[in-house]
Nanobody, 127 residues
Framework: QVQLVESGGGLVQAGDSLTLSCAPS????????MGWFRQAPGKDREFVAVISWTGTSTYYADSVKGRFTISRDNAKSAVYLQMNSLKPEDTAVYYC????????????????????WGQGTQVTVSS
């Protein structure tokens, strides 16, 4: 099991950028695909982006395509979510998640594919 720790959340204005980071506690990401999900108040947790273990494949939710970029540095055991052109509707708690599986975008969008989760970091975008 991998313990994940997110950081980088905060309060920003619409149009600003923010970068979230996720790192494991106690071990590496070796062999894991890494995803980002988010949950707004009163809503279900939704898929944002995922990156394969090698970093060669990525999937994004339609709502963030062109604005968010997921990346990873396996040497540093870190995963990042670069968020540009932020909108008030991006306000949510953002969670990092890990999985040893890889499949279609439909598969990787499912929360049940991910076994390990972080505690989340709050992102608030004011209008």
């Amino acid at each position: 099991q991998v313990q994940l720790v997110e950081s980088g959340g905060g309060l920003v204005q619409a149009g600003d950028s923010l970068t979230l980071s996720c790192a494991p506690s106690g071990r590496t990401f070796s062999g894991y695909a890494m995803g980002w999900f988010r949950q707004a108040p009163g809503k279900d947790r939704e898929f944002v982006a995922v990156i394969s273990w090698t970093g060669t494949s990525t999937y994004y939710a339609d709502s963030v395509k062109g604005r968010f970029t997921i990346s990873r540095d396996n040497a540093k055991s870190a995963v990042y979510l670069q968020m540009n052109s932020l909108k008030p509707e991006d306000t949510a708690v953002y969670y990092c998640a890990a999985t040893t599986t890889w499949g279609s975008v439909r598969t990787m969008m499912g929360r049940n594919e991910y076994r390990d989760w972080g505690q989340g970091t709050q992102v608030t975008v004011s209008s």
